[in-house]
């Protein structure tokens, strides 16, 4: 088995019982499932963080990388956090090194300090230990019993035809008996409590003596249990896709670096049983959830990272931190029957106090970059020039000769200006 990054020989290593891959290089591992669930036991944490199902499948414009114990391609999924690379046969993960830290230092009551995956493991796992409390971070959970279930309907205007015809029963019938008609005076307007008008996208969810029994969707003219109660009298529950934007936000990134971070969430109710009765207001809990997951996803990388440096950042890697925050979302208002159908980041940029700084850093940092070429161009050239003299014979020069060419090139094609030449009129 070859590490699909280095293409060397892995390691099978046995840590604290944990039967692992190592690549000696580049420090990654392949992990099983079942081991990363042993991890997770060793550390104390609940076993349901570690759910498969969360895996969202994102894309990113590396090219796959093969899985080392099957030789399948492995495809990059987000899992509570961070995006690795998952094995869909043998149920493998590839964690990079840093990776396997940085994914338990998300539910840790205290977050590591190491980076190392192996010294992770040896540092922090503990065998005897044994699941006794909850993570001090965790997947939101509400215990509801109510799922959304249809109601029993019926066409509107076939239950109106049936009541007209009644009521016209009734009516010849009390002209032998008047006591029918009050009665079907009473039974009609009680009947006509059942009727329900929707609009397309809507829904109403119905309630008989504070027990739910379903919830009423489709446009039209319907008609229920006339004792059915909707939960939102006046205001029936939208079915559309929904914008939201809390605007700016100020937040620190990873280096510490205030700046200020703006989205739009596309969201819809799913699941209007979970929108109704597992939070009070479905439109305040996702404002505040995005804002939180905005927080968790901003502070875990830097706004920018130096072209030398493989790291992930805000500025440079905005569609895998968009999905990211997507499924963050997602999983914490998912309690609600809310969908996110897309997260983006539509501001971005330092706040107003280091605004200044950071730009005269990225402009030195940008003449640096440039000056750095015009060296590198001119010392190829004052190169080729020497070699050129030499290996044509065109003129014999000694090491002080040699130093004061380059000396005048380098002047000549360093300078922010345009040389002006002086020709001297003797050989002397």
């Known amino acids: 088995m070859n590490c699909p990054k280095c293409k060397i020989e892995l390691e099978c290593l046995k840590i604290k019982g944990l039967a692992l891959q190592y690549c000696k290089t580049c420090k990654a591992m392949l992990i099983k499932f079942p081991t990363l669930k042993k991890i997770g036991e060793m550390l104390d944490l609940k076993s349901d963080i570690l759910n498969p199902i969360e895996m969202e499948a994102v894309k990113v414009k590396e090219e796959a990388r093969t899985c080392p114990d099957c030789g399948k391609a492995m495809e990059k999924v987000y899992f509570n956090g961070i995006i690795?690379?998952?094995?869909?046969?043998?149920?493998?993960?590839?964690?990079?090194?840093?990776?396997?830290?940085?994914?338990?230092?998300?539910?840790?009551?205290?977050?590591?300090?190491?980076?190392?995956?192996?010294?992770?493991?040896?540092?922090?796992?503990?065998?005897?230990l044994k699941h006794k409390s909850e993570p001090a971070f965790q997947?939101?959970?509400?215990?509801?019993?109510?799922?959304?279930?249809?109601v029993v309907s019926m066409n509107g205007f076939i239950v109106l035809l049936f009541m007209l015809l009644g009521a016209a029963v009734i009516l010849c019938l009390g002209l032998l008996l008047p006591l029918l008609i009050p009665v079907g005076i009473g039974l009609f307007v009680f009947l006509c409590a059942g009727f329900k008008i929707l609009k397309p996208q809507e829904a109403l969810v119905l309630t008989v003596f504070g027990k739910y029994i379903g919830t009423l969707r489709g446009a039209g003219f319907h008609w229920v249990n006339p004792f059915a109660q909707s939960v939102t009298p006046f205001v029936p529950i939208s079915l559309k896709a929904m914008t939201l934007d809390n605007g700016k936000q100020k937040i620190n990134d990873e280096l510490g670096n205030p700046i200020e971070v703006g989205i739009i969430v596309i969201w819809e109710v799913q699941d209007t049983a979970k929108a109704i009765f597992n939070v009070?207001?479905?439109?305040t809990f996702i404002s505040a959830q995005s804002d939180s997951a905005l927080r968790n996803i901003v502070r875990m990388?830097?706004?920018?990272?130096?072209?030398?440096?493989?790291?992930?950042?805000?500025?440079?890697?905005?569609?895998?931190?968009?999905?990211?925050?997507?499924?963050?979302?997602?999983?914490?208002?998912?309690?609600?029957?809310?969908?996110?159908?897309d997260a983006k980041i539509t501001h971005l940029a330092y706040a107003p106090e280091i605004a200044v700084a950071m730009l005269?850093?990225?402009?030195a940092s940008a003449v640096i970059d440039a000056k750095?070429?015009?060296?590198?161009?001119?010392?190829?050239?004052?190169?080729?020039?020497?070699n050129r003299l030499s290996e044509n014979n065109i003129v014999q020069l000694d090491e002080l000769e040699k130093a004061k060419m380059v000396n005048n090139l380098l002047v000549t094609l360093c300078a922010n200006k345009e040389a002006q030449p002086v020709i001297k009129n003797n050989l002397v």
């Open 301 to 341: 990388y830097p706004y920018d990272a130096p072209e030398d440096k493989d790291v992930q950042s805000l500025r440079g890697d905005s569609a895998e931190i968009s999905a990211k925050l997507k499924a963050e979302i997602q999983r914490n208002v998912k309690v609600a029957g809310i969908n996110v159908v």
């Open 84 to 128: 690795v690379d998952k094995c869909s046969d043998c149920s493998g993960i590839w964690f990079d090194n840093g990776e396997l830290s940085k994914y338990f230092g998300l539910f840790m009551k205290q977050a590591p300090a190491i980076t190392d995956n192996i010294t992770f493991i040896e540092r922090y796992c503990d065998p005897s």
């Open 372 to 386: 750095r070429a015009i060296v590198d161009g001119a010392v190829g050239m004052v190169e080729m020039a020497l």
């Open 280 to 283: 009070n207001d479905y439109k």
């Open 139 to 150: 997947e939101l959970e509400i215990q509801s019993k109510e799922k959304e279930k249809r």
């Open 360 to 363: 005269q850093r990225q402009q």
